[in-house]
């Protein structure tokens, strides 16, 4: 879902429902809540809203994702096939999501939708190497007397010496951190090979847009005994402003690489550079 207005208060995500009937409930919840909050810097690049993000189980191994209605409710599958007490690595999730995120505005999975993709993945690989995992950096502690906000430019220093103290950290080391670069001693073809591998199962466990999905969907519909729902009322602005400081950094470094080509992502253009508005157009006229 898209909408025509933000404000800094009102939630990128409105509800997380994780389910009831299986164990570890509060770190199902909590995984839920961190995949948001690494998103929402992307989320709100292009005015983007989830109306609730879910926990599913489907019985087929495969499935990872479906998104209902454009952004009205997204569902992503937390815990291994096979043994629901263990979770999958929380980045395998956060790649589906982005892939699900895309669905907001693209439904079939051609090639403006893996334009739309790849850009969302690139930014998230961005804000880690930035040094940006998820909410928290400032922490509601921060706040002088509890109650006063800190400066936007407080909020950008603070951010941009994060991310240089992250680009030290990382130089020289051949890998990016939180992302998947190839590290000295590793096959490059391997490599390559498992990120596309990686792709192409994601891909496929997708039931968005698929009969399995529009059966799922009204599964979901039908459970609500079987959930437990978290209602958030609103954003946090110090968050809200940290999310922005980050947004303009990955922005400054894609200008410069790319110069007078350079276009920031929008609700129109979502994909930015790599993108077509008129997909988005085809699809919402749908």
Request: glycine share 8%; hydrophobic share 35%.
């Amino acid at each position: 879902m898209s909408r025509n207005h933000s404000t800094e208060l009102e939630p990128l995500v409105s509800v997380f429902e994780h389910l009831s009937d299986k164990p570890r409930g509060a770190e199902a919840l909590e995984r839920l809540r961190r995949i948001a909050s690494i998103v929402k810097p992307l989320m709100r690049q292009r005015n983007w809203v989830v109306g609730t993000l879910a926990e599913f189980y489907p019985t087929e191994a495969n499935l990872l994702g479906l998104n209902i209605n454009r952004g009205q409710k997204i569902c992503v599958r937390l815990r291994y096939p096979g043994d629901e007490r263990q979770f999958l690595p929380l980045e395998n999730v956060v790649d589906t999501m982005l892939h699900e995120l895309a669905h907001n505005v693209i439904g079939p999975h051609n090639r403006d939708f893996h334009a739309l993709w790849d850009k969302l993945r690139d930014e998230h690989e961005a804000l880690v190497r930035k040094g940006y995992t998820g909410e928290g950096f400032l922490g509601r502690g921060n706040r002088l007397g509890g109650s006063r906000r800190i400066p936007l430019s407080e909020v950008k220093r603070q951010a941009r010496a994060a991310a240089e103290r992250r680009k030290a950290l990382s130089a020289g080391s051949g890998q990016k951190l939180g992302g998947s670069g190839i590290m000295r001693g590793q096959d490059a073809r391997a490599v390559i090979a498992a990120a596309a591998e990686k792709r192409i199962k994601i891909e496929r466990g997708c039931a968005s847009s698929t009969e399995r999905g529009r059966q799922i969907a009204r599964d979901e519909a039908a459970k609500k005994d079987k959930v437990v729902r978290t209602t958030v009322d609103h954003e946090d602005e110090d968050e809200a402003a940290l999310m922005q400081a980050y947004i303009e950094l990955i922005q400054e470094d894609e200008k410069a690489q790319l110069g007078d080509l350079y276009v920031a992502p929008s609700q129109s253009n979502p994909a930015g550079s790599k993108g077509s508005t008129a997909a988005v157009i085809a699809y919402h006229q749908q």
